[in-house]
């Protein structure tokens, strides 16, 4: 039997919308008020889910507090508290819209994850706003 | 890399659940209070979401405001504080259920998202009930 | 000790703003898209606040369970799917605005509730804009 | 047209984690303090999806209030108030995580919903802990 | 200037309500399903709120990550994952109803926050059902 | 009759907290991760409530829309998508804490309500830490 297991962190980070390769003008009118150069920030919620087997032993597809350390040790640790668009190496060459901060964020835990599972990102920027991403290249 | 991007957003409406083509009897059977002459209405909680390629210069599937703005224009103006059983041309000759109202909002938007995208809509008639469209025929 | 006990509940109702004794245009000066002739609705959210003394044997202030049986007999099974500005007697002379439809639920149930014990009423209209009233005159 | 239907409950119950197969000190190991002896609980919400044909003379997939009244009358109705670990012949021989708690609910009501529909269940332990299955074997 | 800090917890727990000096009889007829032998549980939600003058020096009334930590040691660390009924010595003399659980709490957490400080609890023992203590004798 | 009307509303902004008077180890060590130098940022939200007479001619204490429209002029539009450390001359000489924001924000809007009614700010910086000031001194 397959089944989603789904956990639910938070992060609170900064960041602003730029790419280095327009003009200040064109990025300020595609980006508008996220382009703003002294940054702003948000409360992420991240949902990380993961598809498998339930272990017939466990009752379990995977553990949550193992699923919690890994969302811990890779993700949070590294990005609560931070500037996205200064502190994170992940973001060095990636404007960290909520598209891409999914996308990251999917390419790391990824390789944590057993490799017959699947794997599913759901990152809300606001309430209003949300990325879901599951890998489809 | 396909990811989907979505948006909330909130219209207050009347509506009541009617098929002109039955007794008042048979409405009242099948819809409940639901047929109440005098109508009711709700708080619809609206995500529209929308999955295509990320592009890589912006690093968006499609500009949040653009889609917000497309939202707005198209349903939350004809919708808010409206009567949708008789202001909207939209249920003149289809129930105003959360069913018909979602695939209502899903062809109007349909138009206006590009042709390369999947569009998918849920909607919340109370936080206990809602639907989902994804446009299969 | 003096402790509050609360309860939640909700109703689905349609209404409209309108003072009778204006002109049209006044109308909907005052009160914009929410004068429609037509009425727009609400899922409304209760919260009824009882605070008084706790029972040393009961360990309560008061029997939640017979709260809830209160507001759903004097309040939901009376305003749910309803339409307040023609069908309840209640808003007979009174505009249904969130204020007045909060001062008429404290009304109410005040006279079920034990003279000793304070009433407070909190009422959503929607997630953005709510009321509270507390019996004072 | 297909479209989804999807009702949200609610129940308080009590379990514990625990495969009587192995020793104490695996549990413990395992299972952390969801092994603990005498118990903790949770108030799960459960989200029951039904997809399927909108009907054109009723404008619904499946009535609401049937679709509620069949969670209440074979799950709420069970559950609620209850120790899933001592007082449900569901998980006489099964260790009730969330898991094989939304699969246990989702055999249940299979037989309850048309065949022709599909059915998801969505179970949420905590608002940070939740499993979806679909019934995929 | 008096400004009050208001820390949101969580735990998960288990309960009955029963009063050892009732019979069963009365004890059914009072506390309902509540008094189920084996328990039942909820997650319940903790305010935790600190009115007191705000420090020029650090612009608070009191460091977050201070309360929290003391909510963590003294409530979250002993309550969580436990049955109140049987594993607390708190309530070995008294009916873990809500109300007395939110009193337990103020009478502990007092003797750490300091004493020119008011200090309200806030209990969520189902999202529909809550309590408010400020220690008022 | 004197009741509370309530408005909520949202701003994305960046702060840090830092007090220049002190050293960089004595930031650290009272601020933590959120004396981060690159700054970090939140989605606050923020609850305006306003207690008056209800009108007998409108049934309200106060215009919704004209409160919003003052919180969005006074407030939102001048801290939404900012960095409030930076951007923002209200906390040139005060540590942007949700203590400080608060109180400044209810100084700002004190100014645009009625003389006669009372104003209590909310202010959410997470989901989990939030405060409330009243205008006590």
Known sequence: MKLTVCR???FNATHRLNNPNWS???NRKVFGVCNNTNYHGHNYELIV?????VDSETGMVMNMN???GLID??????YDHKNLYVDIEDFKDLNPTAE???IAIWRILREHIAK?????IQLYETD???VEFSGEF
């Open 66 to 68: 193992h699923l919690k």
């Open 24 to 26: 200040e003008e064109k």
């Open 8 to 10: 639910k962190a938070h």
């Open 128 to 130: 209003r706003n949300f």
């Open 49 to 53: 889910k993961v598809k498998g087997e």
């Open 116 to 120: 017959e599972n699947e794997l599913l």
């Open 73 to 78: 040790k890779y993700i949070i640790d590294r």
């Open 100 to 102: 891409n901060i999914a």
